[in-house]
């Protein structure tokens, strides 16, 4: 429903009494990964036009600050929003209190950004794909949406993973170094960020996940690009069956392939990312035509996310609603789009 209510709760046998306000009934998805799902709406090709119009009251917007944790949590150590939930806008989508508005809807990246004038110290507020993903979905479903980012750049699965997953992959030993170091998790231990930034939100009665990671497991050679199949199966497996408030344990998991200037495998990794649709209930969305050289965030970070959000709503329509679509449309618009840039 699009109506909001309030819930007022209190606890029994007390007279103190809390309230919730403006709360929506719909779906929540989680947004999970590496830097490509932390690169923000001010990064995306027609970011201007998206931020404009990114007033949405059925739009609800949460981000789990950058934490680590050798112990799991309860709740999260911080989220990015200082309000917890926040309705989608310009202001929420650009992380306006953190500073003035226009400086984070400004495009930049990551602190490894090859263009100086680019870098800051954190990709910015809020995910282009987690974004448009969700506005997708509200349009074709006429649910609200909420939106929970937990991302960290630079960041393999073996952090993601809870100790159980892991150790069903132990053939091939865990990932120690980083494509994009972040100083304060480099020496931090496998299952670092699934104890800080997952494990809290496993109580959300979830829809769905968007995970867009791989690239810091692709380089470290082919035998741990090969056991990215078990691994990421794993995380799925686990996820599932720890999201408890889910029906069966069978949330929708929609995994984002590498792009052209992600994958340093040679392709081992995104066939590893192919296999998890042998799970039920997984899609794989492909993102190798979306090749941006020119992007001032490194040709890895290609800025046409809208494409990107697009197919994995549609993975998500198809699997979490059971509602399929035509893909010739996006086939005609991308292979335009591709002929107009390379001529």
């Not at 109506?3 to 809390?18: I, K, N, R, Y």
């Not at 930049?108 to 997708?136: D, I, M, Q």
């Amino acid at each position: 429903s699009f109506t909001p209510f309030d819930v007022t709760l209190s606890e029994e046998g007390s007279s103190e009494e809390l309230t919730l306000s403006n709360l929506l009934a719909g779906d929540v998805w989680v947004c999970s990964g590496q830097s490509n799902m932390e690169f923000s709406v001010a990064e995306m090709f027609e970011s201007e036009s998206v931020i404009a119009e990114a007033e949405h009251a059925g739009l609800r917007l949460f981000a789990a600050q950058k934490n680590s944790s050798s112990t799991e949590l309860d709740d999260l150590i911080d989220s990015q929003y200082h309000e917890g939930w926040v309705e989608a806008s310009p202001a929420t989508v650009c992380g306006s209190e953190y500073g003035e508005q226009a400086s984070f809807c400004q495009p930049h990246c990551g602190p490894y950004s090859p263009v100086a004038s680019f870098k800051r110290n954190t990709w910015g507020y809020f995910s282009a794909v987690c974004f448009v993903h969700g506005l997708e979905l509200l349009k074709a479903t006429g649910r609200p949406q909420g939106l929970l980012e937990t991302s960290w750049g630079g960041t393999p699965i073996e952090r993601w993973s809870s100790e159980s997953a892991l150790a069903r992959c132990s053939s091939v030993n865990s990932v120690q170094v980083q494509d994009e170091p972040e100083p304060a998790i480099e020496s931090a231990a496998s299952g670092n960020l699934w104890a800080s930034m997952v494990v809290p939100l496993l109580p959300i009665p979830v829809r769905g996940v968007v995970w867009y990671q791989g690239e810091a497991n692709s380089g470290h050679g082919l035998d741990k690009a090969n056991n990215y199949a078990c691994q990421l199966q794993a995380m799925i497996e686990d996820w599932r069956a720890r999201f408890k408030n889910h029906p069966a344990g069978n949330l929708t998991f929609v995994t984002v392939q590498l792009a052209a200037a992600g994958d340093s495998s040679g392709g081992v990794l995104r066939l590893a990312q192919q296999a998890s649709t042998v799970l039920n209930g997984t899609g794989v969305v492909v993102a190798t035509d979306l090749y941006d050289k020119d992007s001032p965030c490194g040709a890895v970070h290609i800025r046409n996310k809208t494409a990107v959000a697009q197919r994995a709503a549609k993975a998500s329509l198809a699997l979490a609603f059971g509602k399929t679509q035509s893909h010739r449309s996006e086939e005609r618009r991308v292979g335009k789009e591709c002929r107009s840039r390379w001529s």
